[in-house]
């Protein structure tokens, strides 16, 4: 019991107070395309990432689809690419998520007056794993533990659909998962919003040229926001939806 306690009392407090001013150590966040010209011919970084998010004249990153992996860095010899702590990634439109030495930042979330007057004090999500593989599954649930608590903001994950103001989907979307992910959504009450979590979710990440994908319910119903990473961190997820919902 006393080995317990000395243990709690060296990690500290680990309840983050200010989530927007959170600085997560370690975290391989935004990616920073620089000025250096490519050697001619030069594709080593498009060669080496596996989601096919990296794309030529001008270099442009689309963190729709990228991992985070950070492979694309050592393997640049003009030093082009790079990654910050930064966790703000999120965004309103898919477009808005591709980066380039011109369009270096993300465009800023603008709120949306009808989601902050319907859902600014009471927000519940429905997480949906459409083929996923656990790991923005295991950050969504992370949302709710001690260092985020975003319950303190009026935003819970329910278990009903019944019960739910908003989709929150993480996975490729794959065939198996069509049926399931579309009787969610049908069963959850109007107006409703889709949060895409994730590579997979945004664009189908490394499977996104698989065959066993069916990405259809993405076509007809368009989130209201994109959340990238492999996985998604929670401060990513937090921040873009406190800016959208217009919470202080």
């Not at 270096?104 to 519940?124: M, N």
């Not at 001690?146 to 278990?159: Q, S």
């Not at 189908?204 to 989130?223: H, N, S």
């Amino acid at each position: 019991m006393i080995k317990s306690l000395r243990v709690r009392k060296s990690q500290g407090s680990q309840y983050i107070p200010d989530l927007r001013a959170a600085v997560p150590v370690g975290f391989r966040g935004k990616p920073l395309i620089g000025e250096a010209v490519c050697a001619t011919g030069c594709s080593a970084c498009v060669a080496v990432c596996p989601s096919q998010a990296i794309t030529l004249a001008p270099v442009q990153i689309d963190l729709g689809r990228c991992v985070l992996c950070g492979d694309c860095e050592p393997v640049c010899p003009a030093a082009k690419l790079s990654f910050n702590n930064d966790f703000k990634l999120a965004a309103t439109s898919r477009d808005a998520l591709r980066v380039s030495a011109a369009h270096p930042d993300i465009d800023p979330i603008k709120v949306s007056a009808f989601l902050h007057k319907r859902f600014g004090r009471s927000l519940k999500l429905r997480s949906v794993s459409a083929g996923g593989c656990n790991g923005c599954e295991m950050e969504i649930n992370a949302l709710s533990n001690v260092n985020f608590d975003l319950g303190r903001y009026g935003i819970d994950i329910v278990a009903s659909p019944r019960h739910a103001d908003g989709l929150v989907l993480s996975g490729p979307v794959n065939r198996n998962m069509v049926a399931a992910l579309r009787l969610c959504w049908d069963a959850m009450p109007q107006p409703k919003l889709v949060i895409a979590v994730g590579a997979c979710a945004i664009s189908g990440g490394v499977f996104a040229d698989c065959d066993t994908l069916d990405r259809q319910f993405l076509e007809t119903v368009k989130p209201s926001l994109y959340v990238p990473g492999c996985p998604a961190h929670p401060l990513t997820f937090i921040a873009g939806l406190m800016d959208l919902l217009g919470i202080a």
